[in-house]
């Protein structure tokens, strides 16, 4: 079964850091490109940082300068890495995949994990 799982979110005061992770499982052979979006409080579901295999990377205007993503496709895992913190920041994190294609040539155009929250607030 492909899936995507995400760790590392949590509560943490304004001006903090926090480091997130998303794994990809089930044989998968390759991956287009990882990111991460967030939904916060009231909000719709928006772009945070995207990176292709190629090491591409694409950021939302209000994280650049404060989070920074990286990517390990070998091992089919991405990261992002958070800091200076602000409450606006509070949201679900949900990892998402892009063009995934399974050692079977099973292909899945997109990708989500359940999500993770983070909560920042004093």
């Known amino acids: 079964q492909v899936q995507l799982a995400e760790s590392g979110g949590g509560l943490v005061q304004p001006g903090g850091s926090l480091p997130l992770s998303c794994t990809a499982s089930?044989?998968?052979?390759?991956?287009?490109?990882m990111g991460w979006y967030r939904q916060g409080p009231g909000n719709g579901r928006e772009l945070v940082a995207t990176?292709?295999?190629?090491?591409?990377?694409d950021y939302a205007d209000s994280v650049k300068d404060r989070f920074i993503i990286s990517g390990d496709y070998a091992k089919k895992m991405v990261y992002l890495q958070m800091s200076n913190l602000k409450p606006e920041d509070t949201a679900v994190y949900y990892c998402?995949?892009?063009?995934?294609?399974?050692?079977?040539?099973?292909?899945?155009?997109?990708?989500w994990g359940q999500g993770t929250l983070v909560t920042v607030s004093s």
């Open positions: 089930g044989s998968i052979y390759s991956i287009y490109s």
């Open positions: 998402n995949a892009v063009n995934a294609v399974t050692i079977s040539m099973n292909r899945y155009p997109e990708l």
């Open positions: 990176i292709t295999s190629g090491g591409v990377t």
